[in-house]
Nanobody, 123 residues
Framework: QVQLVESGGGLVQAGGSLRLSCAAS????????MGWFRQAPGKEREFVSA????????FYANSVKGRFTISRGAAQTTVYLQMNSLKPEDTAVYYC????????????????WGQGTRVTVSS
């Protein structure tokens, strides 16, 4: 059974940092792109970042570019999202996703999802 498990969310003050982790199990994810989405209260889920299976190419939403960094662990089955200079508007549930087919910025393109981890940024 495929599983993606996120961790690392929490409450942080504006300007602070958090690092989210996503551990994949149940199949070989080392050959698949992985990504992060988020959903704020009352809003649709939106693309945050993605990384190719080699880790050599990364992609970011304009709203997080320069503040967030996506990376893969050495075993390629873990993906991280380092979030710096957090803002109250970054408050959301963050979801890990794997194995996209098509437009990677669209949540409908991704085959596998984690349960989400909540990030709250206070002002």
């Amino acid at each position: 059974q495929v599983q993606l498990v996120e961790s690392g969310g929490g409450l942080v003050q504006a300007g602070g940092s958090l690092r989210l982790s996503c551990a994949a199990s149940g199949r070989t994810f080392s050959n698949y792109p992985m990504g992060w989405f988020r959903q704020a209260p009352g809003k649709e889920r939106e693309f945050v970042s993605a990384i190719t299976w080699t880790g050599t190419s990364t992609f970011y939403a304009n709203s997080v570019k320069g503040r967030f960094t996506i990376s893969r662990g050495a075993a390629q089955t873990t993906v991280y999202l380092q979030m710096n200079s957090l803002k109250p508007e970054d408050t959301a549930v963050y979801y890990c996703a794997a194995d996209p087919d098509g437009d990677y910025t669209s949540d409908s393109a991704w085959a596998y999802w984690g349960q989400g981890t909540r990030v709250t940024v206070s002002s």
